[in-house]
């Protein structure tokens, strides 16, 4: 250990009997405890109700209600005309959507699942996150693409993978991951009242989740990140699913007397580099906990952002938790082995506090 973190080590182990958690925020409105899935489901029907223009589009939305049933009960309230079974042809119901976003409707395309809109990704980057720019400005580009993301369990390499590195990469898309039921709600809300082309990749193993949702509309800012958990002596920042990892983590190392920051990105696109900064600027240490590949992962972005803004408040590399830089296996020991999780994320939060 170098001087300059003797110092900063000894300041830490006096200050870490006085950290604190911090309270969700407290809403206004009667709050339901719901599923992540009820969750999206409210934003759809609310917004479908709010503006006729908005109608959902994609492979079983309709008479099956959604895959994974996001959409029960909308083909009954909304009709045929709004939401829309189609064949089994990524590429061109998102074309379609493309088309319909130009004459100004507000299309949301449901992918089963994001690993099938790899079929249909040149519709998503090369026309719909493009069309406002080479159209100079003519036309908006109000459509969000959504569906599950991620790993599940035992679904093999080409169903377990976390894609919101990819699409934050392009220039005009915005790309969005939920955690909690609560976010869920707003952020679709805000997603689909967008005249950007919004990719929402939510969580495949958080449909079941559960939280409390106000009945009443709210809209989370996109771009927003949010503190689910105040600490002091390292940050731990993560979005989607991992966010509950990076949670329970915290918790564990609280009963060590070790009190986390977790930070919520929320959205990764545009991402909320004030947010990160004022955390780590405050703890001095971090981790990123992110589901995706270590290679140009969206840790990497934030750990870049780290070594730019708060360089001389750091008292330790930042490291990085992450999916083994493999195909996903099958095999459930070694699928248990690839996945990022708690003791992996406690190993790294001892690690920058130089007391592993």
Known sequence: MTSRNRVRSCR?????????SKPQAESAFPMAVITYRDALNMALREEMQRDDRVFLMGEEVAVYQGAYKVSKGLLQEFGEMRVVDTPITELGFAGVGVGAAMVGLRPIIEFMTWNFALLAIDQVVNAAAKMLYMSGGQFP?????????????????QHSQAWESWLAHIPGLKVVTPATPYDAKGLLKAAIRDDNPVCFLEGEMLYNTKGEVPDDDYVIPLGKAELKREGEHCTLISHGKMVLVALQAADQMAKEGIHCDVVDLRTIRPMDVDTIAASVRKTNRAVVVEEGWEMCGVGAQVVDYVQRYCFDYLDAPVLRVHQADAPMPYAKSLEKAAKPDVPKTIAAIKQVLYID
């Open 12 to 20: 830490w182990k006096r200050s870490w009997k006085t950290s604190s």
């Open 141 to 157: 580009m109000p459509i969000v693409f959504r569906g599950p993301n991620g790993s599940a369990l035992q679904l093999g390499a």
